[in-house]
């Protein structure tokens, strides 16, 4: 879904000296003091601000929060029912009812693709799997430092243009893209896939050991729902500010006193790879 301007039919002024580059695409942040990566997830996922922990639970049909398996905030199931409740993922043949485990066709596995921790076996069904897809799930389990007990953990993997992006969001986060290319031999290559893993412990390296649960390392959609994601491209900086109404943050670095903040890529910007030497393309 494009993003309306909110300067849209005003004239805009302009610097003769420099021309004001548009935004690219948004990526949110959480607080750290909060555990909210399944809903920062959703934000990053679809692009709207307003699926936060803080919103998302008023406006949600009941049923979609799962209970039954593992905190609400790290589960899964509920990430898939929100997207799908709200429009973003569906069923076969465009069903909007929530998955289930009854063996029928609302069985999560008709929903979602859940690929495991083999390698090279599950290039071909995973290439085949993204071909249409706008983003996949990152699923990692979390082992902390100190006695307080372990938690699974979410980085959604977004596609704009021919890179898929790679950010979960916490504090100290990175962006890093990966072509399309070289995506799948990224995810199956035993040095790909620690490759990412790396990248995406950098917040916790301190704190938790990051690792790839081994029923799932990636959750990916196999039927696009009939929304498309809030797109932002072409507007300008101040003007996705107006919309957001998070706080616009220069890096994940920066401190928030708020549950939630923004990160703008803005064309032109450079995104550092992940890559490997030599990696053959699929």
Known sequence: MKVTSPNQGKKRKTDHHAKERNVKFVLFTYNPDNRDCMYNSLMNITQVPFYSRRFLPAIMPEGVLDRNAGTEETNERTLANALISHGYMSGPNGSRRLPNDLEDDTHIKHYMKYFDDRFEDNIQDFTSAIKDAKFFILHFELFFLTEEPNDYHFVPVLKFGEDWIIMG??????????????????????????????????????????????????????????????????????????????????????NMDRDHGVVIHMEGDKIETLSLPNMPRS
Not at 190 to 205: A, D, S, V, W
């Open 169 to 254: 969001g916490e504090r100290g986060s990175k962006i890093r893209s990966v072509h399309s290319d070289d995506l799948p031999n990224m995810m199956f290559s035993r040095e790909g896939r620690e490759l990412i893993r790396e990248h995406c412990n950098i917040p916790f390296e301190c704190t938790a050991l990051l690792q790839f649960t081994n029923h799932a390392v990636c959750l990916v959609p196999l039927h696009c729902g009939p929304k498309d994601r809030m797109d932002y491209s072409g507007m300008k900086k101040n003007e996705v500010t107006s919309v957001i109404g998070w706080p616009i943050l220069n890096n994940t670095n920066s």
